[in-house]
């Protein structure tokens, strides 16, 4: 289970002095902890996952902002960071592995127009679900409905 992994990974962390793996491992632990204590349940691993793709989400979005004030130091804080918790979601699909995909949403979906963009990108997040960023999606669904 992916909590287990998580703890052990700490673990291999704290001896191996390695800080900034480790601050990065709790801080995802604390998330997972937080939700279950909001929610008192037990999070399986999909849900986990899912915690886990929002703390990368978050690390992407805040990269732009530490590239605009040219701090080279954050950045490459950051991007060890996204490194870190990358090595625990599913591999990331590339927009050439989505095109079929999406592809094939649009036609189940019988999208003809960019006005159908919001049920093709629910469609596409449920099918594929964190394999791709919601940004990396919606580039590719504007792409196809811009073609249609």
Do not use: F, H
Not at 20 to 25: A, G, T
Not at 116 to 129: F, Q, T, W, Y
């Amino acid at each position: 289970m992916l909590k287990e992994k998580l703890m052990e990974d700490l673990k291999d962390c704290m001896k191996e002095k390695k800080e900034l793996r480790k601050n990065v491992i709790q801080m995802i632990r604390a998330a997972i902890l937080q939700i279950e204590k909001d929610k008192q349940i037990e999070l399986n691993d999909d849900q986990i996952i899912e915690i886990i793709a929002k703390e990368s989400k978050k690390r992407k979005d805040s990269l732009a902002d530490y590239e605009k004030s040219g701090r080279q130091d954050l950045i490459d804080n950051i991007n060890e960071e996204i490194n870190i918790i990358s090595e625990y979601l599913p591999k990331q699909l590339s927009k050439e592995e989505l095109l079929p995909i999406i592809k094939e949403i649009i036609n189940e979906t019988a999208a003809t127009s960019i006005k159908d963009m919001g049920k093709v990108m629910k469609a596409a997040k449920e099918k594929i679900g964190v394999a791709a960023d919601g940004k990396t999606i919606n580039e590719v669904v504007k792409e196809l409905l811009d073609i249609n």
